[in-house]
RNA sequence: GCCUGGGUGGCGGAACUGGUAGACGCAAGGGACUUAAAAUCCCUCGGUCCUCGAGACUGUGAGGGUUCGAUUCCCUCCCCAGGCACCA
């Protein structure tokens, strides 16, 4: 009797036998290699999405492939689970957020273990909780103590309704996303971390990661915005007082005509004070002040400044030079005051042009010459120097160096360096979230908490109504306590870290996360894992978290806990899962099944197929894993998700795609169940005898599968072809004339087949393949066999194809031996009846040849 | 604007260092099995032309170039996606 494939059924019992044993359970054996597997942990939002099930399933196949091949597999899982959703749905719903999340971690593991992860369970660890974050507050006092963690005054986005701090992104339009109130900006005390003071190694190793994506290291290298230049003084035209600027052009120094500072600068009150422009001063400050960041970076943003009614001096000319406050002009990076030269930079051409201000060329365009009066643009190529005192006729990049030499001499300047990356700003406003260890005392300060305090623990009996700032405020016993140093009463820091805090070292953690000793890490255990040999996420985090997380890494290293220099070898990010959308005129956006035979179900209208985008809750295009899984089992899902594209591109989900896969994973049972009786008591081909036909063209595709697929799963993750190979494979087996069933040697190389296709398909779909495998009447575990190795000489084609060519167009193919002597081949190739016809009374001119693959033959 | 990717059949995608373009799957069409349908198994499937052959031409975003030969290398341009965006 046939039995069918009940997916439902082999995977629960495949998946109660990989947690009653333990299978993927790992111990430290410093006999083994290592091999550690992380895919980025996630958020516990409720329910895994089809983006958590191609991420884990992409890193799944490389854990089980690597275990298969000998290695001692790292392959952890945890929650993220700090963060503000918790405390949105605590707003909302009246749920306190460690329930929420909690009860939301129960739901997405139950989810994660019917898709047949291979994680080692025991090491499951949630950030929430203190015997996480207790060492985090530890890092934090170590870094407090070095100068890492400083407080600082700094902008926020505030709320006047809500009386709360926003994020960037919880501001619409400048208005608060909540409650729709016009957003202000307000200054806080906040907690930093000087990542800064490590930004020449995390640059200097954007080259040192061959493993990671150069898209990502060059996003990275951009965000980090390193630029060589000078730091020019510009002594006032009527006082002793300078103003320094950062310019990466010296070059230009000549023609810098006008000064211009930051609209936000404390400068440009001083220089205004007392003056008859005070007020127009003021009034310009306060307007810029208020202009929403989202508006300042918008392309209509004009260019606009005020007069402070001061001027300094050109340092090389002595020319005076109008200083404004201008509204473009970024307060924080270099000094916040830079050198206007409109001649040869767009934005101080359009400032001159509307403020009718001075122009003078110091680039000559040698093949347009320039005119300061009728230029329409600045002109910003390369060029020779002109009105620049002894450097005229110089190549101006040629000259940067003199130039900043010049200025050094005189005093007026030296060389520095500026970055674009600031210091990481952690404190929120927020209450889940870990504490910041800090206690504020009126006498003595920020005062850290002693080491023996910790952990500080978020307190959890706490009613969250959305207003009036964080909610750890109105806790009088968490927020009233004595200062550690005087003695007196004093508060408690009430902000919490930001969840990459979190995020910056759980792989560390997880090498040891019953570690409940000083500093929480396991010195030789994390020694043993880290680094990361492969890291799986999107492509989303390729700035700031992975930043972080790589500053963070080097810090610890510092602080003696760790031995390594970065904690990802090797990064893949993988791509969105996509799907179209769909579309009623009267009722929006809808779900898949809000749509039947293409008309939305409640007005009967013909739906409108849109645009193929990100799977979102909005758009409603997005498919319930759930659902799949009920429908067509996990391996189908897998197998689905590794087929339909390699993993760094998007996924396009398709429905007939999902049925493709279940009807392969259909065709491979049917064909072991066709078999079975026959091979039962048949061992596989064990090479003994020499076979022919079919059966030798069978055993050689087996053996060049299995070396496909190896390839294509060690090298490149290329499922999609690796799956290919292995339908072929099965397409191959289809086609074999069925033997007898006494013919034990035809049923021995068809077993070596089968086996091939289960132990190839095994990290792909590892339920179907432990169920055929034990109808196989195997007794080990499939998840504990060794990867199939390849015979070479078995895999070897005896017969090529050699393509003939004449002048570059295929004209004929002709079959030759493997072993065929070159020379033959060409004259097979020169003897070919095709070739004959269509080079009769031609010139042969030259004959290339490329082993074993091709002739062409140019005539004229 | 700058920096990264990327444009291949009706669709998702193959083609690893310049050497048979379109593997594999989906959709479509046809056949077998069946009383019938589903399921399954098998076959066809880039385009145009034709003397339907185991034929000719054409074809990897567009245009040039290098080469015996280009989806692959070089130049110019167009389009799409992502990142950064007044960084002086």
């Not at 150069?214 to 990275?220: A, D, G, I, S, Y």
């Not at 070596?752 to 080990?780: A, C, D, R």
């Not at 290339?848 to 062409?856: E, S």
Request: charged share 30%; hydrophobic share 35%; with cysteine.
């Amino acid at each position: 009797m046939k039995i069918k494939y009940n997916p439902r059924e082999i995977e629960a019992r495949w998946q109660k036998c990989w947690e009653d044993e333990k299978t993927f359970r790992v111990v430290e054996d410093t006999g083994k290699e290592k091999y550690y597997l992380l895919e980025m942990f996630p958020y516990p939002s409720g329910k895994i999405h089809m983006g958590h099930v191609r991420n884990y399933t992409i890193g799944d196949v490389v854990a089980r492939y690597k275990k298969m091949k000998g290695y001692n597999v790292l392959h952890p899982i945890g929650w993220d689970s700090f963060g503000m959703p918790a405390e949105n749905a605590a707003i909302e719903h009246g749920i306190p957020p460690a329930k929420w999340t909690n009860e939301n971690i129960e739901a997405m593991k139950k989810q994660l273990k019917r898709m047949g992860f291979s994680y080692d369970w025991d090491r499951e660890i949630s950030t929430c909780e203190p015997e996480y974050y207790r060492w985090e507050q530890l890092f934090f006092l170590w870094m407090y103590e070095k100068g890492l963690a400083y407080k600082k005054g700094g902008s926020v986005n505030w709320c006047p309704t809500c009386k709360t701090v926003l994020a960037n992104e919880q501001v619409e339009a400048g208005l608060c996303w909540r409650c729709g109130t016009e957003v202000t900006e307000k200054y806080f005390d906040q907690w930093f971390f000087r990542i800064t003071s490590y930004v020449e190694e995390l640059l200097d190793y954007c080259d040192k990661l061959p493993g990671w994506p150069e898209r990502v290291l060059t996003m990275q290298k951009n965000w980090i915005g390193k630029s060589h230049g000078c730091e020019l003084v510009f002594p006032m035209a009527d006082s002793d007082d300078v103003i320094k600027v950062f310019t990466t052009r010296q070059d230009t120094i000549f023609g810098a005509t006008f000064m211009l500072i930051a609209a936000e600068h404390p400068l440009v009150m001083e220089l205004a004070k007392g003056k008859p422009v005070e007020q127009d001063v003021r009034d310009f400050v306060e307007r810029v002040k208020k202009q929403d960041k989202l508006v300042r970076t918008s392309d209509y943003y004009e260019k606009e400044g005020v007069f402070l009614d001061a001027w300094c001096l050109n340092p090389v000319t002595d020319k005076r030079m109008p200083i404004y406050a201008a509204n473009f002009v970024l307060a924080d990076y270099g000094t916040g005051c830079v050198m206007a030269v409109p001649t040869h930079d767009q934005r101080d051409f359009e400032f001159a042009e509307k403020y009718n201000l001075e122009k003078i060329v110091v680039i000559q365009n040698p093949d347009d010459p320039l005119d300061a009066d009728t230029m329409t643009e600045a002109y910003v190529d390369e060029g020779v120097l002109v009105n620049s005192g002894k450097f005229d006729g110089m190549k101006n990049m040629q000259a940067l160096d003199d130039i900043a030499a010049y200025l050094e001499s005189i005093g007026r300047g030296r060389k520095t360096i500026e970055y674009r990356l600031r210091d990481w700003g952690i404190s929120r406003q927020r209450y889940w979230g870990a504490p910041i260890p800090i206690v504020n005392c009126e006498e003595c300060g920020a005062v850290p908490v002693p080491e023996a305090d910790l952990p500080i623990i978020l307190p959890r009996d706490v009613e969250l109504t959305g207003e009036g700032g964080s909610p750890l405020d109105l806790i009088d016993s968490f927020v009233n306590v004595t200062c550690p140093r005087c003695g007196r009463p004093a508060k408690r820091e009430t902000d919490t870290m930001d969840t990459f805090v979190e995020s910056s070292w759980y792989f560390d953690r997880f090498c040891c996360p019953d570690h409940s000793v000083k500093p929480g890490l396991d010195k030789e255990k994390v020694k043993y894992w880290m680094p990361v040999d492969q890291y799986i996420g999107g492509i989303e985090h390729a700035i700031l978290h992975l930043l972080y997380a790589r500053f963070y890494t080097k810090m610890l290293r510092d602080f003696g806990v760790l031995d390594v220099d970065e904690p990802f070898s090797n990064l893949l990010t993988q791509g969105m899962v996509c799907k179209e959308t769909m579309r009623c005129s009267k009722h929006g956006y809808l779900f898949p099944e809000e749509v039947t035979d293409g008309k939305c179900i409640y007005c009967g209208l013909a739906v409108k197929i849109g645009k193929t985008e990100k799977m979102s809750k909005s758009l409603k295009n997005v498919v319930d894993p759930n659902y799949i899984i009920d429908e067509y089992g996990s391996d189908t899902a897998r197998i689905f998700c590794l087929f339909a594209s390699p993993p760094e591109k998007d996924l396009e989900w398709s429905d007939q795609g999902v049925e493709g896969s279940f009807r392969f994973l259909g065709r491979v049972w049917r064909i072991v169940e066709d078999y079975i009786d026959d091979i039962k008591e048949v061992a596989p081909f064990d090479g003994g005898e020499a076979l022919e036909g079919d059966l030798k063209n069978l055993r050689r595709k087996t053996h060049q599968t299995i070396k496909k697929v190896t390839t294509d799963i060690e090298d490149r993750f290329h499922f999609n072809t690796a799956i290919s190979a292995v339908m072929e494979l099965v397409n191959t087996l289809y086609q074999i004339e069925r033997p007898e069933k006494n013919d034990r040697t035809a049923l021995s190389v068809i077993r070596e087949t089968l086996e091939s296709v289960i132990l190839l398909l095994s990290p792909i779909v590892p339920h179907i393949t432990e169920e055929l495998w034990e109808m196989l009447g195997k007794q080990n575990q499939l998840s504990e066999t060794a990867w199939p190795g390849f015979d070479a000489a078995v895999a070897v084609e005896e017969e090529i194809t050699i393509v003939v060519q004449i002048n570059g167009k295929v004209r004929s193919r002709i079959q030759v031996a493997a072993g065929e002597p070159d020379d033959k081949i060409k004259e097979l190739a020169l003897n070919d009846s095709k070739v004959k016809q269509l080079t009769e009374g031609k010139k042969i001119i030259k004959e290339i040849y490329v082993p074993k693959k091709l002739v062409n033959i140019v005539v004229k």
